[in-house]
């Protein structure tokens, strides 16, 4: 996979082989929430959030929802209420562009198990939350996001409830193939030090190969809340990549994009465009967006801002037998 130049200057984004030049349209929203601090837990509501999934220029117009975006954005309401602010990813689904959307909510309880020292946390709830997947699965629904609900309530000393939504669509009305799916767990290695924190998946790029170059692509990313501590700076927390079976194999590419958060003294902001651009560039050369993962990296850039990351998953069908596989 050679390099083209995309959209947007200075973005260097590599060729699909055999593309067939048409670009993925891409439409991201921002969504505020409105979330509610008490002595049991945290209350928020994903009424707006359905909404926009639902609306007439989203699933409407075939617009898949991709990713609910890094919740950076928020800034303080009152003694107990903090807004939020999200980024809601669509892109339009490159064999039905323009189809309007049936769209499945599906939700599963999760627990969060901590123990005394808080150095490891264990989930519970993932029978269910993939149970339901493959119900959905087998009725022709496609898996579009996994969102994390933002509520959640103490249910013990070192135990709290929460709840995943599950989001899947498919063209209304029409005949859908089953789909099947596959869970593969990469985690993130995370080492903490003096100068910040450091996160990476050195497990990810090969992950993928074995499973872009068997019939497989990227339905969505679930981040559950689990810990578990490796060393005495040293911690890993699960990633879990939701594999999708397909009748081709695919390519991928993988981007790092480094983002600045600024705080202040209510709250903090993000420059969403900092990694918006590069799905524009990507999407503008027939790359769509397969996930995002919000690595919980830290680096202090300045008294009032700090550097993270968010590691983008691109995808694109490998057509006329192509292998698949990793074009960086």
């Known amino acids: 996979g050679g390099a083209a130049s995309g959209s947007q200057v200075g973005i260097s984004v590599p060729a699909v082989p055999g593309w067939d030049g048409r670009t993925i349209s891409t439409l991201p929203m921002s969504v505020e929430l409105i979330i509610k601090i008490g002595w049991n837990g945290v209350e928020s509501s994903m009424d707006l959030v359905n909404s926009t999934i639902l609306a007439q220029n989203t699933a409407g117009t075939g617009n898949n929802k991709k990713r609910r975006g890094l919740p950076a954005d928020y800034k303080a309401v009152g003694c107990t ?17 323009g189809e309007t959307l049936e769209t499945m909510f599906l939700q599963a309880p999760m627990t969060v198990q901590a123990t005394w020292s808080l150095a490891n946390m264990k989930v519970e709830g993932y029978e269910q939350l993939y149970g339901q997947l493959g119900q959905a699965g087998n009725t022709g629904f496609q898996l579009s996001c ?4 933002p509520n959640n309530r103490c ?20 005949q859908s193939p089953v789909s099947a799916y596959t869970i593969a767990n990469i985690p993130i290695v995370i080492k903490h030090g003096w100068g910040g924190t450091t996160a990476s998946m050195p497990l ?29 700076l040293s911690t890993e927390i699960q990633c879990h990549i939701i594999m999708m079976n397909t009748p081709v194999n695919y390519y991928f590419a993988i981007c790092d994009v480094p983002f600045f958060i600024k705080s202040g003294w209510r709250g903090s902001t993000v420059d969403h465009t900092q990694y918006l651009s590069i799905i524009s560039a990507y999407a503008a050369q027939g790359w769509e967006l397969g996930d995002l993962i919000d690595l919980p990296d830290v680096e202090p850039n300045s008294f009032t801002s700090i550097k993270s990351t968010i590691k983008l998953i691109f995808q694109a069908p490998a057509n006329e037998g192509g292998v698949g596989g990793n074009l960086i």
């Open 204 to 232: 990810l790029a090969s992950a993928l190969t074995a499973f872009t170059t068997t019939g497989y692509k990227v339905a969505s990313v679930y981040n559950p809340p689990s810990v578990t501590l490796k060393g005495f």
């Open 81 to 97: 209420t903090i807004s939020t602010r999200v980024m809601c990813i669509f892109q339009a689904d490159r064999q039905g562009a």
């Open 155 to 174: 249910s013990g000393l070192f135990s709290t409830q929460t709840s995943v939504h599950l989001v899947c669509q498919k063209p209304m009305g029409a």
């Open 146 to 149: 996994v969102v994390d609900d």
